[in-house]
């Protein structure tokens, strides 16, 4: 009986061992399905997530090559602005030097037109070879310069009215600056006269106030070599600075375009 009873209680532990393992093994099989379908879920999420880093990383690629494009043209740019900075800067100190220019221009227009009409052709004089002869006669007789005034008819407009007197008299003559020839410490200005035969210097000044020349045996104004009156006498020849060959050179280049017009308040030309 007892037998009975333990095989019987055997059989129902054992039943119910077998139930609860086949309970357990149903479990641990929805178990496992669960994580294979989580692990399918996750390895899609993976993928999915892979394909987007990628495709990140691909439009990070396309960015930073954008970037470095962008780059590279903002550096052209900023050194096309620099170099348009710099030309609009050049060009705008050009347009300044351009308008002072204008300005100087202007202001030697003006001088110019000033100059009385017909300059050198005005038939103030009888006509003479250019020869030294008649260089001498013309400077003896054929003409009068006004008297110097000191800043209204000194050096420059004696010898613009000297170098005018000459040219329309037949001479070939020209204007001449530099260190005056006596004395080093300033500036002068008189006449070259170039005859047939010779080169001549002509103090302009000296004729403002013309020495009869059968008392002084010389011609007014002329520089002579043994001239003792003026041991530097061949200065007046070689030591000039600038030569103008006319009223309108002296005007436009000497840089005092107003030290040369004689002809006001001067009658007989205007």
Known sequence: MKARITIAILVIVLAFVGIRSVVQSYEYSRHISYINASYAALQASLENLTDKYLDIVDRNAAMNTNYYKLQSDYDSLSTSNKILSDNYAALAREVIELEYENRDLQTILDEYEKVPHSYYSSGTFMQHSNTYDDLCYFLTVGFKVPPYKLDIFDCSESAAYVEWALENAGFDAEIVTGTTPWDTNSYHAWVIANTNEYQVAIEATWLTDKI?????????????????????????????????????????????????????????LK
């Open 212 to 268: 009869d020349s059968s008392v002084t045996g010389r011609v007014p104004g002329i520089i002579y070599g043994e001239d003792d009156l003026i041991p530097e006498w061949n200065n007046y020849y070689e030591k000039y600075d600038d030569k103008y060959q006319n009223i309108y050179c002296a005007i436009r280049y000497s840089g005092v375009p107003n030290e040369w017009n004689w002809w006001d308040g001067i009658s007989g």
